[in-house]
């Protein structure tokens, strides 16, 4: 079957670093997302992977490695806007998204 | 730029009740989606349009009814709602070029069936 697994809920405090990762099984794969949804608002697009290695957009970067079926989502300099729930989707053969349920990222000063 | 607009944000409903959500979009894209999330579970997808007058089933379709008579709306029809249906249901659409088939939400509509 195809599944994603996020972990359910993270603490950080601002100004540290997280690492929020997903592990994925799906039929195929075309490609991985992360979106970040703050609560009661749409999810927005974070990043895309297609290829292996780490790709860095300011203060966040994420990270792929196909054959262990892994990604991770890192964020720098954490700031209390970041706290919202962050979502890694996968593309499978299908060009079909597959969502993890999401992991809850709470900032503390 | 208004990008994806839902309409309406809430609705309480009796079971039993239709009722049709509205989503537009002013990008040109021709992918159009409806999710819905719930607690603890990644958003499922409900139907999706590759294209005017196109419609097709997706994970969780059962309940749901869609249109796509114009490019740039994409409806969906409850024709009798049911407690399983409280939701959050989000619209998104996607341009065809983009390899990545990046997604743009709307903001959302919260649903609760009594």
């Known amino acids: 079957g195809q599944n994603i697994d996020q972990p359910t809920e993270m603490t950080a405090t601002e100004g540290a670093i997280v690492q929020i990762n997903c592990t994925y099984q799906?039929?195929?794969?075309?490609?991985l997302f992360w979106y970040q949804q703050h609560a009661g608002e749409a999810p927005t697009f974070l990043s895309y992977?297609?290829l292996d290695g780490l790709e860095e957009k300011g203060r966040f970067s994420s990270f792929l490695s196909r054959s262990k079926g892994y990604s991770y989502l890192l964020l720098k300099e954490l700031q209390m806007k970041d706290s919202a729930s962050y979502l890694c989707?996968?593309?499978?053969?299908?060009?079909?998204?597959?969502w993890g349920a999401g992991t809850k990222l709470i900032i503390k000063p | 730029n208004a990008g994806v607009t839902q309409t309406p944000k809430f609705r309480v409903l009796k079971t039993g009740q239709s009722m049709t959500l509205l989503c537009a979009q002013d990008?040109?894209?021709?992918?159009m989606y409806w999710y819905r999330q719930d607690p603890g579970m990644g958003l499922r997808l409900i139907h999706y349009?590759?294209?005017?007058?196109?419609?097709a089933k997706g994970e969780v379709p059962d309940g749901y009814n869609v249109s796509r008579l114009k490019k740039q709306n994409f409806l969906l029809g409850l024709e009798s709602a049911a407690p399983s249906q409280t939701s959050v249901y989000f619209c998104?659409?996607?341009?065809?070029?983009?390899?990545?088939?990046?997604?743009?939400f709307g903001a959302g509509s919260r649903l609760t069936v009594l």
């Open positions: 998104a659409s996607s341009s065809k070029g983009d390899g990545a088939n990046v997604l743009t």
């Open positions: 990008m040109n894209h021709e992918y």
């Open positions: 349009s590759v294209g005017e007058g196109t419609t």
């Open positions: 799906t039929s195929g794969f075309n490609g």
């Open positions: 992977n297609v």
């Open positions: 989707a996968t593309l499978d053969s299908n060009y079909q998204l597959i």
